[in-house]
Nanobody, 121 residues
Framework: VQLQASGGGLVQAGGSLRRSCAAS????????MAWFRQAPGKEREFVGG????????SYGDFVEGRFTISRDNAKNTAYLQMSNLKPEDTAVYYC???????????????WGQGTLVTVSS
């Protein structure tokens, strides 16, 4: 089982970035997907989640409409589109898979590797 994330990097404040998370070794359309992040010196926090069909999402309070999670089950890939990024969004971002509970921030059963997103002011 592997979740391969891509799309991290450096972006200026106010900019946008899209992260992808490609799954292998699992029946992707049987899993809900979620994104978490961990900023330096802070605990890991829930960014958002999406159900297996892709028709239900939820987000952490800090998102405030700036991020969108989607998925393409035909490509075994989930996406995190981030817009209007702020310096405080700088963190290592992780994708994860699990049952329905992760849609609202529950514990995942599979973690992808984290990749750093840096937002410069």
């Amino acid at each position: 089982v592997q979740l391969q994330a891509s799309g991290g990097g450096l972006v200026q404040a106010g900019g946008s970035l899209r992260r992808s998370c490609a799954a292998s070794g699992i029946m992707f359309d049987s899993y809900c997907m979620a994104w978490f992040r961990q900023a330096p010196g802070k605990e890991r926090e829930f960014v958002g989640g999406i159900n297996w069909r892709g028709d239900s999402t939820s987000y952490g309070d800090f998102v405030e409409g700036r991020f969108t999670i989607s998925r393409d089950n035909a490509k075994n890939t989930a996406y995190l589109q981030m817009s209007n990024l702020k310096p405080e969004d700088t963190a290592v971002y992780y994708c994860a898979a699990g049952d329905g509970r992760i849609v609202v921030g529950g514990r995942p059963s599979v973690w992808g590797q984290g990749t750093l997103v840096t937002v410069s002011s």
